[in-house]
T-cell receptor, first 114, second 115 residues
């Protein structure tokens, strides 16, 4: 079991739907991350939150909207997604945002867009 | 620009064999960090090791060992006496330079250990 919990594990949605991915950690980490991973590809960074504030947005389309309501929770709101957005979405956390901070990952949410 | 190359896309070995996964990186930074992560079929990425550029000592952790050589810009990972549970994708991940300094994963090596 990982210490970063992601829900749901699987999600199938239509292009007009609105859904949210949830990530939770109780390790006291103050940096949280969203990654997107296509099949047989490495993870790609999407967003970084540091102390509940958005620190990095890797030019992600606005149909992905992150939210960090508190230090333990990270959400990714989805709206009007495209079929190419089908992927594994991974959440991670680290004690701080810094160059020597190993990240702890969740199991991911497998998202399929119909 | 920072770049990492994992030239081995897929490797298959038989259980109990030793296997080395290669990682070659390019960087203009004098101070940098390198990571290895494991991704089993279940999907989560598992942190294995962090190495900074000032520490060139090789490291051993059980059946895992890492050989960091700045002279050849390599950070190779060896599994001794491989087991079926070692089957996974292994990513080498140097830290991206600049103010963001975030992980940039290599393309990964799919390791399959056959019984």
């Amino acid at each position: 079991d990982t210490e970063v919990t992601q829900t749901p594990k699987h999600l199938v949605m239509g292009m007009t739907n609105k859904k949210s991915l949830k990530c939770e950690q109780h390790m006291g980490h103050r940096a949280m991350y969203w990654y997107k991973q296509k099949a047989k590809k490495p993870p790609e960074l999407m967003f970084v939150y540091s102390y509940e504030k958005l620190s990095i947005n890797e030019s992600v389309p606005s149909r992905f909207s992150p939210e960090c309501p508190n230090s333990s929770l990270l959400n990714l709101h989805l709206h009007a997604l495209q079929p190419e957005d089908s992927a594994l979405y991974l959440c991670a956390s680290s004690p701080r945002q810094g160059p020597n901070q190993p990240q702890h990952f969740g199991d991911g949410t497998r998202l399929s867009i119909l | 620009a920072q770049k990492v190359t994992q030239a081995q896309t897929e490797i298959s070995v038989v259980e109990k064999e030793d296997v080395t996964l290669d990682c070659v990186y390019e960087t203009r930074d004098t101070t940098y960090y390198l990571f290895w992560y494991k991704q089993p079929p279940s999907g989560e990425l598992v942190f294995l090791i962090r190495r900074n550029s000032f520490d060139e000592q090789n490291e051993i952790s059980g059946r895992y060992s890492w050989n960091f050589q700045k002279s050849t810009s390599s950070f190779n990972f060896t599994i001794t006496a491989s087991q079926v549970v070692d089957s996974a994708v292994y990513f080498c991940a140097p830290l991206r330079p600049g103010s963001a300094r975030q992980l940039t994963f290599g393309s990964g090596t799919q390791l399959t250990v056959l019984p």
